[in-house]
C-alpha cells in the first residue's frame, strides 16, 4: 500500500491550501483515511478522517470550521481542504489509511496502518 501527498507549500496566513492524497495497492473504498500534521518538536496531532463511503467525517476543534476533509473513492484520492490558515499550522501534513472501524473517530495514531511520507505546509505571518 503506498499513500502519497501532494498540494502543500508557502502561503500566507489567512489564505488556502488544498492537499491530495493518492492510494494504491489495495481497495481504497474499503477503509477509512486521516489527515494528521506534526510540526518540528511536537508530537503527531490528529486532524480529521473520512469514513469508507464519505458518509462520516470527525474533526480536531484546532481546525473545526477550517479544515475540511473529503474523498474521491473513483480517484484513490483523499483531500483536505484548509482555509483561513494561521502561522500555527505550520507542519509536514500526512494522510493514513485505517482498516478498522473505531468508536473514537479515527483519533488514534493506532488506528491507522499504512502512513504516507507527509507534504510541508509554511504559514507565512
Known amino acids: 500500500v503506498q499513500l502519497v501527498e501532494s498540494g502543500g507549500g508557502l502561503v500566507q496566513a489567512g489564505g488556502s491550501l488544498r492537499l491530495s492524497c493518492v492510494a494504491s495497492?489495495?481497495?481504497?473504498?474499503?477503509?477509512?483515511m486521516g489527515w494528521f500534521r506534526q510540526a518540528p518538536g511536537k508530537e503527531r496531532e490528529y486532524l480529521a478522517a473520512?469514513?469508507?463511503?464519505?458518509?462520516?467525517?470527525y474533526y480536531a476543534d484546532s481546525v473545526k470550521g477550517r479544515f475540511t476533509v473529503s474523498r474521491d473513492n473513483a480517484k484513490n484520492t483523499t483531500f483536505l481542504q484548509m482555509n483561513a490558515l494561521k502561522p500555527e499550522d505550520t507542519a509536514v501534513y500526512y494522510c493514513?489509511?485505517?482498516?478498522?472501524?473505531?468508536?473514537?473517530?479515527?483519533?488514534?495514531?493506532?488506528?491507522?496502518?499504512?502512513w504516507g511520507r507527509g507534504t510541508q505546509v509554511t504559514v507565512s505571518s
Open positions: 493514513a489509511s485505517a482498516p478498522r472501524w473505531t468508536a473514537n473517530g479515527y483519533r488514534d495514531l493506532n488506528d491507522y496502518d499504512f
Open positions: 473520512v469514513t469508507w463511503i464519505g458518509n462520516s467525517k
Open positions: 495497492g489495495r481497495s481504497f473504498s474499503s477503509y477509512a
